[in-house]
């Protein structure tokens, strides 16, 4: 497969968006003959699912293609959901969707699927060639068990960020759910070296309700908390619009608060938000952005683009309660679609979701009224897509949850050097807070501490008339949670780091001839994240490393010769699940190394 870009060496002459990439609808299909083969099949190195082949049963729910459509009309499809049949004994679930996209013009889209209005998964589009292209995801999706059991509800798929005014494209996408029984989980072929007699193989996945005595019930209501969804929830409440929006908010800048109103059970003691957020028309590269004062400085014909900075922003009544910097996932159109062929981005077909604990904040909502739940993005430009389901795990017995908390800190510091159109650009925050709660046990009352500390360094630089082009990124996040009993002794603590890294660079080169000139572009990005609980001595940790290389050649604004290089290594260890390791290595399209293994190296 061989594509032309109309690559613009000086991304100012963009007056649409301020973008230093090549943006997909400026891709067009070829008729030459280049030098790349056309991948049918397209994936994403992660975690394969840890229930095993067999599944006790299987619904296919949606067969759709989406063709033919414009603003105007609908890119939504909703169809009944029931829960399986009676004689399939089922405890997990996992989604298989798959996805098919033949004729058209190559659009980018981000698509959603909700569950009774409950957001269970984000994926976004390949870019594939003439031939088209199909590409497999599976997501477990345990956490929702509480969704599937329910009676009557709809399953909705959106497909939004379509550039075209009228889709002309093909995209098929197919659903079923996957229901597994009761038991262990494992990475299948999984094996963890040492092991006696499988002991954490044989932990439950997700501790059922099945405690034995009222006060077993007590203390590891105290301290499973810890665990973000160590149990499912027991009700889910959609924090989202209506559906003529397709549910997630389309946030169009800072100012722009959007707000869905909850009620909750007076019976809940832990209360968990998790945000699907994902960027896109201008923001797509929100990480790029210089600040508008070089913009105007220079007098570029481009909008406002508010520097590097950007925070998903929750409040409850408008109090801020928690905050979200997401993992920059890259499109499979992004920075240079080549890149992505045949595998995509970390997280491109899976978008990560965040969850902020609002157990600390539960007094505000327990009062049986209704709250507003709102969403910001802080110095955001068009356009986000933010929605998200309130987790909550209720029981009949009153709880006395005091809290005392500090509120939020936040430093941000800003240094931007420039002279015409070079410069350094650099952005620093910090985010931290802490909350204190106590609950009443059968061991007497604990106090549970969670700290949160989130740190986000930026830096650009514009060299030789901004013609070269460097990022780099890091985005931590640090979750304590510490219980201490009333002597002050630690009763566990639980520990939860993720760390995102990122750069990228544009560089050109003079060509070999005139009127021709070479282009290098490189990305590398890591996805780290790591959870430790001290009493269960439960842990895991995740570790996704990519490293792409490409040259491009053009001549008279049209590309001669591209040559891409993806590398990634991703390795998985998980002492309830067991290990899995994967290494893809990718030239110039084709896939010349792909091994995976089970062995848990330490
Ligand atoms: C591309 O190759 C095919 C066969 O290999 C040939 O028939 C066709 O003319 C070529 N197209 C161009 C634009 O060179
Ligand atoms: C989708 O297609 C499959 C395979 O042809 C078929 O078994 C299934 O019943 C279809 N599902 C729906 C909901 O139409
Ligand atoms: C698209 O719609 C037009 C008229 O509305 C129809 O003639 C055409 O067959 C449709 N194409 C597809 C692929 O459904
Ligand atoms: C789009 O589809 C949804 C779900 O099927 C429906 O509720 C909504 O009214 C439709 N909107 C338009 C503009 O047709
Ligand atoms: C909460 O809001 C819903 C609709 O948004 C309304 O039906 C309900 O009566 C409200 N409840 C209270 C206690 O205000
Ligand atoms: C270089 O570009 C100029 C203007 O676009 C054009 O007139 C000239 O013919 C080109 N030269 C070559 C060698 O392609
Ligand atoms: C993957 O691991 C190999 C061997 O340890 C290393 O040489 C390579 O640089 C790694 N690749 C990435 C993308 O980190
Ligand atoms: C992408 C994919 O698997 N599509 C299948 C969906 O189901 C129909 C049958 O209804 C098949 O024809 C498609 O191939």
Known sequence: MNMIFIFLPLFFTLTTQFSPFIQPNFIKQDSSNGTIDDPDYYFEVSLPLVYGDTPACTMNLLNHSFTNITRKTNYTVSVPYNPPPATCHWSHAAVEFRAKWTQGKMHEGIVGVWIGGIEIFRTSTAIPGKNGGYWFVWKQLSEYSSVFAKRNIKLTVRIENI?????????RVNISFLFYPKGAGSI???????????????????????????????????????????????????????????????????????????????????????????????DEYWYMNPPDSYIEANNLPAKKVNGAYREVLVTIDGKLVGTVIPFPVISPGGINPLFWKPVVSIGAFDLPSYDVDLTSYLRLLLDNQNHSIGFQVADGVSFWLVDANLHLWLDGLSMQTMVDYEAPTMEIEREYEFKGLDGEFSTEAKRSW????????????????????????????????????????????????????????????????????MKITVEPREGPSKNSSLVKTTVTQSRYEKFSDERTSISSVLKHDMNCIG??????????SETTENHQNYSYMDDRHGCYSRKVDVVDGDVITDETTHACIK
Do not use: C
């Open 551 to 560: 040259w491009m050649m053009e001549k008279n604004n049209i590309v001669v």
């Open 163 to 171: 550039v075209a005014p009228v889709f002309t494209d093909v995209y």
């Open 188 to 282: 299948p072929g999984s094996f963890i070296s040492g092991e006696s007699e499988g002991r954490s193989l044989n932990r439950k996945l997700f501790s059922e309700k099945d405690y034995e005595t009222e006060d077993q019930l007590r203390l590891d209501r105290v301290m499973l908390p810890s665990h973000l969804y160590d149990t499912p929830a027991d009700l889910i409440i959609p924090v989202s619009g209506t559906i003529d929006e397709g549910f997630w908010f389309k946030i169009e800048d800072g100012s722009d608060v959007r707000t869905a109103n909850v009620q909750i059970p007076k019976s809940t003691y832990k209360a968990v938000l998790e945000l699907y957020v994902s960027f896109h028309g201008d």
């Open 434 to 501: 802490s909350s204190i709660r106590w609950v009443e046990s059968n061991i007497g009352v604990l106090k549970t501490k969670v700290t949160d500390e989130i740190k986000f360094k930026n830096k650009i630089k514009f060299k030789d008339y901004a013609t070269r082009r460097e990022l780099e990124q890091t985005i931590k996040t640090k979750t304590k949670i510490k219980i201490t009993n009333s002597e002050g002794h630690s009763m566990g603590e639980t520990k939860i780091e993720k760390e995102y890294p």
